[in-house]
Each structure stands twice: as structure tokens, then as C-alpha cells.
């Protein structure tokens, strides 16, 4: 498989003439939303319920997998800390708290340079900012303490998508690693040192529809591997609908030394058996994740609920490779999401 060449990510995703759709290669600049709002003050707080904006950061240490989840809009501002030993599964902290939107939780339009984004509420702090070139994560909960730099140097070229979702839903999201990891996580006073690892990053600016509903899984080849990010992702609301000069149906790319490889459409189902899932899709992708931890919300407010799945695992399988043939994914660092809302 070829990599298709996709346009550079613009500087903003809304243009004079309305959303820049379709797919690009790199950072993208700004997701600021606000001017689709309509007029009329009802209007626009229905609008601004709709809103939502994360970042979202998976560490894959060599001990450790680290999962950190900021949002803002809507209802609600939430954050989360988990952080899961590897191999064993075991949980050493799964923090969770929810706060005012705007002001718990802050999470702004840029998800490149400038990027900044904070959640403070008791027993749970988080805060992501882009420095240079590299994304400084700092968190801390009980006895769990974070200081890691997330580089870009060196690393892939980012995918933007900028979708039509629903009938009258927006959504922007940008995905890029494998980052190279450095700093520290501290466990009940024992620093580990994160040098070796790698990280993926996961942005997005929305404005749902009345329901929603998506499957997602990201994974990161391990050390000693060529660097390569693999993200998937299946539902009515992961950018189906996407029209413009980088069209293709879905968010699903490849991310490696060659820039971002589209993948074809791909289902995300799970198994029987607790905690697997099974992906497939053309070109002969077959992939199984299994899960070592599980992290479940449901959340209500304002007549609208929403329920989310976080797991950590790993994955394995084979996809469309670049070249030509398939690359064979053994037992890859991977987090995958279960999300769905409505009325």
C-alpha cells in the first residue's frame, strides 16, 4: 500500500468559506469552533452543550502505561489519571474528577504550538502545555506524581481530520506520535525514569450531534521497533463524512517515517470474552486487543448522559503495510475507547 499524499494541515480549521474538510498531514493550527454557533441566546447554549474539547496523552514506559484525559465543554470539565503496571495489569492510581467547564477544566484550540490544557479539582491536577518543540505533562493524585516531556522531534508527521458528524455535528481531530518520552513517574516515592518510552497524543474540538457514539484505538510500537503509531477508529462520529482534498472515509491511518497512510474502514468489535476486542477490515487487516485494566464513567447532567470505556492492553495482528504485504503488530503498548452519548 502506497502512502497517499495528503495537504498540508492549514492554519485554522474553519475558513471564510466554513470547515477546510477532509484529511492533512502535520499540525494543525487552531480548532476554535465558536463562529459556528448561531445566532439567538438559546441557540447557542444548546450550541455550547454540545461542545466539547480534550487532550488526551498515552505514555507507554517499560514499566508502565499512563493514561491521561483532559476535557472541557458541554456540561461538564472532567480529567483523568490511570496509571497501569505493565505485564501485570495492576492498577496504581485511577483518578477521576469532574468540574465546572472553563473553569476546573481548560482545554484550548490549539493542539500543536500553543497547545495548553489544565484540570484542577480536590485530589487531582493535570496540566499539558506545548513548550518548543516538546509537550511538557505534568499530574499528580495520592501518591502518584508525573513530570514527563513529550518531543516531537523526530517524529511522524501528524493527522488532522476535519468532519462532518451527524447531520449537524463538527468535529476536528488531530492524533500524533510515537513522541519520544522523557522525565519521571514517581509511585509511593519511587521515581522511574520514562527515557526509552514513547507517547501518542489525542485531540479533538467538537461540536456532537444529539447522539453520539464511537469505537477508537490507538497503539504504539515498542522499543526496538521502527516507530510507528497505529490509530483506529469505527462509529457514525469518527469522520465518515468527510469531504474535501484529503477525503477518505474515516479517521483509521497508519503513522510511520512516510507521513500518514489512510487505512481502509474498520470494524471495532468486541469479543466475548471480557475486555478483547477484534478489528477488521480491508486489505486483509485482522488485529485482536486484549485488555489488562478497564476504566468505566457514566456521567448525567443537564438531561444528557454519556458512558465511556477506557482500556490499556496490548494488540496484535497485521495490517496493510506501506510498502506492500502486511506488518505484522506483536503485542503492541495500546488503549482503546468505548464512547457513547445522548438525550
Known amino acids: 500500500m502506497a502512502p497517499r499524499p495528503l ?12 470547515p477546510r474538510l477532509g484529511r492533512h498531514a502535520g499540525w494543525l493550527g487552531r480548532a476554535d469552533l465558536s463562529s459556528l454557533s448561531p445566532p439567538g441566546l438559546l441557540d447557542s447554549l444548546r450550541h455550547a452543550l454540545r461542545e466539547r474539547r480534550w487532550q488526551r496523552a498515552l505514555l507507554c514506559g517499560r514499566d508502565h502505561l499512563v493514561l491521561v484525559h483532559l476535557e472541557d465543554g458541554g456540561p461538564l470539565a472532567s480529567g483523568l489519571l490511570w496509571v497501569v503496571e505493565q505485564g501485570s495489569g495492576r492498577v496504581l492510581v485511577e483518578q477521576a474528577a469532574v468540574g465546572l467547564p472553563g473553569v476546573s477544566g481548560q482545554v484550548g484550540d490549539r493542539p500543536g504550538a500553543g497547545a495548553r490544557a489544565s484540570f484542577a479539582a480536590t485530589g487531582l491536577t493535570l496540566a499539558l502545555e506545548r513548550r518548543s518543540d516538546r509537550f511538557q505533562l505534568d499530574a499528580a493524585a495520592g501518591e502518584v506524581r508525573l ?3 513529550l518531543d516531537t522531534r523526530g517524529a511522524p508527521d501528524p493527522q488532522a481530520l476535519v468532519a462532518l458528524t451527524g447531520e449537524d455535528g463538527l468535529r476536528v481531530a488531530q492524533v500524533s506520535g510515537p513522541l519520544a518520552l522523557g522525565g519521571w513517574l514517581e509511585v509511593a516515592g519511587v521515581r522511574h525514569r520514562l527515557e526509552g518510552g514513547a507517547a501518542a497524543l489525542d485531540f479533538a474540538s467538537a461540536v456532537l450531534p444529539a447522539a453520539a457514539a ?6 504504539i510500537s515498542p522499543a526496538g521497533a521502527p516507530s510507528r503509531l497505529l490509530h483506529l477508529a469505527a462509529g457514525p462520529d469518527t469522520g465518515a463524512a468527510a469531504r474535501g482534498p484529503g477525503d477518505h472515509p474515516g479517521e483509521s491511518v497508519l503513522l510511520g517515517p512516510g507521513g500518514p497512510v489512510p487505512l481502509p474502514p474498520v470494524i471495532l468489535e468486541p469479543a466475548a470474552e471480557p475486555g478483547r476486542w477484534h478489528a477488521t477490515g480491508g486489505g486483509g487487516l485482522a488485529l485482536t486487543f ?3 485494566a478497564i476504566h468505566r464513567e457514566a456521567r448525567e447532567r443537564l438531561g444528557r448522559s454519556s458512558q465511556r470505556t477506557f482500556l490499556v492492553g496490548t494488540l496484535a495482528g497485521r495490517l496493510p503495510a ?3 504485504g502486511f506488518l505484522e503488530v506483536g503485542e503492541w503498548p495500546a488503549m482503546a475507547e468505548d464512547f457513547a452519548s445522548g438525550a
Do not use: Q, S, Y
Open 322 to 324: 506501506e510498502e506492500g
Open 7 to 18: 495537504p498540508r494541515a492549514p492554519t485554522d480549521a474553519i475558513g471564510p468559506e466554513g
Open 214 to 219: 464511537w469505537r477508537r484505538l490507538t497503539a
Open 290 to 292: 486484549r485488555a489488562a
Open 147 to 149: 513530570a514527563a516531556t
